[in-house]
Nanobody, 122 residues
Framework: QVQLVESGGGSVQTGGSLRLSCAASENTYNRFCWGWFRQAPGKEREGVARITRNGGTDYSASVKGRFTISKDNAKNTLILQMNRLTPEDTAMYYC????????????????WGQGTQVTVSS
């Protein structure tokens, strides 16, 4: 079973940037799809971005143009570059992997990391 470990979370002010990383215990090319999700207190888990094995990307409307998802197959690492952060981006961020065709719905993902906290202050 692949293991995922997120890092890079922290506290920033509005307008700042953070770069989240997700280290996978297997080659990222082995999975069809990789995604980043977030969950704020009292809210449902939300799909933020996903990238397919071949590099196709998709973003939620709330982050499109500000966040960039990428992966480094050689380093088995998934990246989420987050720019122009706002307090609404405050949440626990999770990376996930899927073995089937997937989008931004969490139901398609079968492996999850433990999460990294992102806090944006105004």
């Amino acid at each position: 079973q692949v293991q995922l470990v997120e890092s890079g979370g922290g506290s920033v002010q509005t307008g700042g940037s953070l770069r989240l990383s997700c280290a996978a215990s297997e080659n990222t090319y082995n999975r069809f799809c990789w995604g980043w999700f977030r969950q704020a207190p009292g809210k449902e888990r939300e799909g933020v971005a996903r990238i397919t094995r071949n590099g196709g990307t998709d973003y939620s409307a709330s982050v499109k143009g500000r966040f960039t998802i990428s992966k480094d197959n050689a380093k088995n690492t998934l990246i989420l570059q987050m720019n122009r952060l706002t307090p609404e981006d405050t949440a626990m961020y999770y990376c996930a992997a899927a073995s089937v065709i997937c989008g931004l719905s969490s139901s398609r993902y079968d492996v999850w990391g433990q999460g990294t906290q992102v806090t944006v202050s105004s």
